[in-house]
Structure formats: C-alpha cells, structure tokens
C-alpha cells in the first residue's frame, strides 16, 4: 500500500514495526484476507491524482481553481484597459491554455512528490480484509484501520482509498500486485462493505 499523509496522528494509523518484515494475516482480524505485492512507481501515483481530479469535488476544485481565476483576472483586465473583441478572446484562449497546462502539471508534481516519500519504502506487501489494511515494506510497517478512510474510487489499474479532501489522506493499491486475478474481485468486495465507492 501507498499511504500518503503529513500528520499520522490525525489520520489514526499505527507504525508496527520500523525495521520492516513480515505480517501475518491474523493481524487483520476477521474475514478472508487478500495479500497483493508489488513495488510502488511513479505511474501509479499519477493514475491515482487523474482519478482523484476527475472523481472528486475537492480534486475537480484543484484543477479548475487556477484556470477559472486566470479567466476571471484576464476579463476584467481587459475591461478595464477596453481592449478590442480580437485582442480579447486572443488574450483569453492564451490565458485558458497556459493555466490548464499549469494545472496538469501540478498534478504531476503532486505525483511525483506523493511517489518520493513512499520510494523508499520499497517493495510493498499489503493484507486487507474487513478491519483494515496491513503494509510492511523493506523499511517499515503499518496498520491502518477502514475508519481512516471515507471512500475510494477505481481506474483501471488501481484502487484508489480516500481518506478526505485533500490528497495527502490518499492510499494507493495498484492491482498489479495481485497474486491471482480473482483477488482483484475479492480486494473490490472488502472495499465495497467498508467504503462508499465513487
């Protein structure tokens, strides 16, 4: 799992064991686990922004702010000093474009920096079932409990955990690290009793 997040206390998880190793199934409690391994990539993190921008109100908020404002300042600019009708919609279609090319790439950005923290971590392996998530990593391990989070959402080739408004409550589960395809299914199912999906 890649869990994103600035303060650990507020969002209520706990660090088990900070030299790494192994967790076993019995620390998820009840119901049929399913493990999924995998080493986090950027991609991944870039798939999960996208979809966090397209499925949320707090990320279609994010990267509609910025061109929306850039608009509204270049209008009543252009207003005030009465520019001519050519000169206007020239003015505003280089504006629109520039602050929506400015948006995607702070959408990257916030990936890559999201993937920086958690490439150290290295290989991940995740056991989830109806209590929570176990990660353990090559440099740590932790439990985070479905009360955490509010809601997820799918792209397809990720389940995307959502703890809030904003992208730092964020957990990452790429379905690549699935040991059969079957617990691809089983993962949707344990996310489907616990979270509401989007």
Do not use: H
Not at 58 to 70: D, H, I, N, S, T
Not at 149 to 173: C, I, K, Q
């Amino acid at each position: 799992m890649a869990l994103i997040c600035r303060d650990s206390r507020s969002l209520g998880f706990r660090i088990m064991d900070t030299r790494g190793g192994e967790s076993s199934q019995q620390d998820t409690g009840r119901g049929a686990a399913v493990e999924f391994v995998y080493q986090p990539m950027v991609a991944d993190f870039e798939e999960a922004v996208r979809g966090r921008a397209r499925r949320t109100s707090a990320g279609r908020l994010q990267v509609l702010a910025g061109p929306l404002v850039v608009v509204a300042a270049m209008l009543v600019f252009s207003v005030l000093q009465d520019f001519a009708l050519p000169v206007l919609i020239i003015s505003l279609v280089l504006s629109l474009a520039a602050a929506s090319w400015g948006a995607v790439r702070g959408l990257r950005t916030m990936a890559r920096r999201m993937f920086s923290v958690m490439e150290p971590y290295g290989q991940c392996r995740l056991v989830t079932d109806d209590r929570g998530m176990v990660s353990t990593g090559e440099r740590g391990s932790f439990t985070v409990d479905w009360t955490v989070f509010r809601e997820y959402l799918e792209t397809p080739g990720l389940f995307v955990v959502l703890g809030g408004d904003r992208a730092s409550g964020m957990a990452v589960l790429p379905k690549r690290g699935a040991q059969n395809p079957a617990d691809v299914d089983r993962l949707r199912e344990i996310l489907d009793r616990n979270l509401k999906r989007l």
